[in-house]
DNA sequence: GCCAGATTAAATGTCAGACAATAAAATGTA
DNA sequence: TACATTTTATTGTCTGACATTTAATCTGGC
């Protein structure tokens, strides 16, 4: 592991490159603890902050962990699908609000990826998931439930879809694109209309889902996307209609 | 923005943490500037070493960039698709390296995702994604290719098929499933006839995305998977054979 | 007045040394 | 042996300083 002391670039962020990638390649192995801060600074010939902004940046990435004590020190972390579920949710939401994407992108990637899982889901999903899908259907039909709250619910309903597929690979990539969509999703003020209509369909998925009729289930996804994109339009409609009318009144 | 000094979590840590949801909540927008590192001590009564900890943490994960000089300091950044791109990639990579992820399981869910951008693209794709096809798969022909370089270049293609999309949420997310496949597919040996087999099969692809022929994709893909699967397990039991060999010769 | 160069100021990057907090191991004692 | 105490290694944090970079400002000459 070596670094470029004439180099424009950090110190911090060369020494977390070097680390990093010896870790990527394989020379530090789960669990393994690094040298102290101290002798790392030695190796690298840096002081101790130094040393210490690179550990951050690694922990940042759930990379290491660190522990205080007398066999203390920086460990390489194993990362846990959760951790990276975390951080791929947040990466997303940024993603997506920093770089204006159209809400009718971001719905035709959200629902062809969850198309992709329907399949295997209908295939293999668990009673515990079926379940799962039944209960936020039920939530979704009361009265009272916030706009937020049904969002919600939303999502948690078609992750125990996409976790029905029993693939891990495939819930984590999974897990950015749905989650993601939930602020965009959340622009959307849901009518007891509208409402009504996305339980029922909710239901047909779930039933399609039970009985391991996959073609219906990718039916009634298509149509509920159809749908969904048809809301945020007349949201995106009414704004527009409203901001025309209040220019012509100031006019 | 606050912190928890009596919190046994790092405070270099609830630091970034307030920064981030600052950030997520949309208090700081993009390219603004964050106070210098002495006004963020002091705000949150700490050393400015602490401060500089949290800030690291913060550039690791693309959130922030920083600039020297009179005019200098920390901007919340704009995360563009190729950084969240080369996270995604780095993170998905160790996530099935440090977990055991089965060859059969990332296949999967890598060509699940695959088909669920096919119709896509068979749709959309520019004469450019075609000839990116096209170069691929003759690169893929040509004898004395290693191992390695024939794996890249399948990558390259399948990106190809991928962004023919068109929908950069999409090509987001998938990057990582593609490309994180790639060291468990280096250890696949390509005899002449898989590499033959596999452009086979490339071609076929291309031939019926250039068509727009959404079913004919879907099928070679399917194809596609069956045949890589086939691949991984002969190198397995092979594997599995020299390995009883072995132990045979030495009991 | 205007431009080129020198100066200044503000910010991050880095260093050195110190002390606090923590947790395990070593040690002492009943 | 069992338990309390001390030691020790390590990370967490602070202070203060200097180096480096960069833009803005000042200054002198034309």
Do not use: W
């Not at 009634?220 to 025309?244: D, F, G, M, Q």
């Amino acid at each position: 592991m070596k670094i470029d002391p004439d180099s424009t670039v950090d110190l911090s962020a060369q020494i977390a490159k070097a680390i990093r990638d010896a870790i990527i390649a394989g020379d530090l192995i789960v669990d393994q603890r690094l040298p102290s801060e101290a002798e790392l600074a030695d190796h690298f010939d840096v002081s101790r902050p130094t040393v210490r902004e690179a550990l951050k940046r690694l922990a940042a990435q759930s990379l290491i962990r660190t522990q205080r004590g007398a066999t203390g020190g920086a460990f390489v972390n194993r990362l846990r699908f959760e951790d990276a579920y975390a951080q791929q949710v947040t990466t997303s939401i940024l993603l997506l609000s920093m770089n204006a994407v159209s809400f009718d992108v971001a719905c035709e990637a959200r629902y062809a990826l969850e198309r992709a899982c329907a399949p295997l889901s209908a295939e293999r999903r668990t009673p515990d998931q079926l379940a799962t899908m039944r209960a936020e259907i039920h939530r979704q039909g009361q009265p009272g439930l916030t706009d937020e709250a049904f969002c919600a619910s939303d999502v948690t309903f078609h992750r125990a879809l996409v976790d029905g597929a029993g693939n891990k690979v495939l819930s984590y990539q999974l897990a950015g694109a749905v989650e993601a969509m939930q602020p965009l999703m959340n622009m959307i003020t849901f009518t007891a209309r509208s409402r009504e209509e996305i339980v029922a369909l909710h239901t047909d998925i779930a039933d399609a889902v039970e009985a391991q009729d996959a073609p219906t289930v990718d039916a009634k996804l298509i149509e509920l996307e159809a749908y969904t994109r048809k809301l945020a339009h007349s949201v995106v409609t009414a704004r527009a209609k409203r901001a025309a009318e209040k220019e012509h009144k100031t006019a």
